[in-house]
């Protein structure tokens, strides 16, 4: 069996699997989907005073996803703050931000990278998840890399393609939250229609202080944090300039 194949079986599977154990469970997590498309936009909100940095989001998204060994969707990121006796220790989840202006859109489109005369490989939906179609994709193409700000795009080793989060909307679309949100340990994530005054992300996101990375890029990202102090702010942005992350990477930042 191919290894293009294991995974769309992987994906379809976890549908499935997750969609029953959401159906007794009551289907907490779920996002709605009453609105139109149009007037959504999905996103996700992080407590960061929640996350224990276990990784189970991690696992959760390489396994619901099929990525390969060695690239991530998802990570959590560990910093230490401070300097002895006043030291923190954070944790700090990170993926496509599905921004509202992405950078990485327009540089697909400019490089013309992508196979077809009309259409770039990534888009935009009209709910706001930027999404890459891999059949439009050419391998060996990494301008949408070197375009996001936050590092959050890969290069898939085996299809040779850029891949990335794609917010799980194969299970979105049925009403099933993200495999990160679901598995979540400490019930920091939460996701839904941000645009929605009534949605509980939105009446989340305007009860608390929550701040976005690297605002000053104004791509206005869809991912959101409680408990973004300034010192751990700083320090995350400055670890995303760098190159891909290796698995050993993901602890013992600093
Ligand atoms: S975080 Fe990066 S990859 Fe994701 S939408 Fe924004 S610019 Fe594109
Ligand atoms: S599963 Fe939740 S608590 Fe664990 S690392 Fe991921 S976001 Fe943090």
Redesign the pocket.
Known sequence: MSEQTRREILKRGGQVALGGALATAGAAAAPRLAKAAAERQWGMLVDLR????????TVACKAENGVPLGVFRRR?RTLMTGSFPEVGRH?V?ISCFHCEKPKCLPACDKHKCYDGQSETALYKREDGTVLIDEAKCKPGKKPCMTACPYNNIFYDPLTKKADKCTFCEHRVDQGVAPA?VQ????G??QFGDVKDPSSAIARAIAANDTKVLKPRKKMNPSFHYIGLDDDVQKTVEGMIKGKQLRPTDLENDR
């Open positions: 929640r996350c224990i940095g276990c990784q189970a989001c959590v944790f989840p990160c598995t979540c340990e400490g920091a994530l």
